[in-house]
């Protein structure tokens, strides 16, 4: 057994221990493999161990390995997405993470009436306020809230987040648990399903399953370190 796939049965383990603990369904729970300065070749070899949701942060790295892979592969772009980047992005990817200002989705909402398409987004939120990450403050997302359900293509399917940077796995709890409430009172208040959370990385991601992710981006933990 190759190490990706060790590396892919023992996250597996861990999602339906999590479920467990958390009375979830493991099928509720997506495995994104972050493929980040990962080869084409290690992420064919996530493939053939039935990894079929790849994440990537940067656009021109995708667009290298994409012609290169197999065409069944789920593409998310989790990185920060440039205005001029857009209309690249777009058709390429299944879901879009990384919408973090309500300009950047009004933009997004018109190049895809332009492209005829309907993509599906979750919106970004940075709740610690960091001056060093983009996104949405909580209060920002409400604020813009009845803005951003006008917009006619987008299709917004949640939210996102990364919590700051911590040691201890159980200090980012607080950060997806706040992340959930919140989708929670969006929904409830305008009866607007929302049912993707994306949080939780190689470090702490039993911890978001725990708190109600449904999507988790995991890079080193599949593929090794960088």
């Not at 996250?11 to 495995?31: E, F, P």
């Amino acid at each position: 057994m190759s190490d990706v796939a060790a590396n892919l049965t023992e996250i597996q383990q861990h999602i339906h221990a999590a479920c467990a603990r958390s009375g979830r369904s493991a099928d509720d729970v997506t495995l994104i493999a972050v493929t980040k300065t990962f080869s084409a070749d290690r992420v064919r070899e996530a493939y053939d161990c039935g990894q079929r949701h790849v994440g990537e942060n940067r656009l021109q790295e995708a667009e290298s390995k994409i012609p290169l892979l197999p065409a069944s592969l789920q593409w998310h772009y989790i990185g920060q997405l440039q205005r001029n980047k857009v209309r690249k992005v777009l058709p390429q990817f299944c879901l879009i993470h990384s919408i973090d200002s309500l300009r950047l989705a009004q933009y997004a909402d018109e190049v895809a009436r332009e492209l005829g398409l309907f993509p599906q987004v979750l919106l970004q939120l940075n709740l610690a306020n960091e001056e060093s990450k983009a996104g949405f403050s909580a209060d920002a997302l409400r604020e813009d809230w009845d803005s951003l359900l006008r917009l006619e293509r987008l299709e917004i399917m949640g939210l996102m987040t990364v919590p700051p940077a911590c040691d201890d796995p159980e200090q980012s709890r607080p950060w997806f648990r706040a992340l959930r409430e919140l989708r929670d009172e969006l929904a409830t208040l305008t009866e607007t399903p929302m049912p993707y959370l994306s949080m939780g990385m190689s470090g702490d991601y039993p911890i978001a399953i725990e708190e109600g992710a449904t999507h988790i981006r995991v890079g080193s933990a599949v593929f090794g370190k960088r």
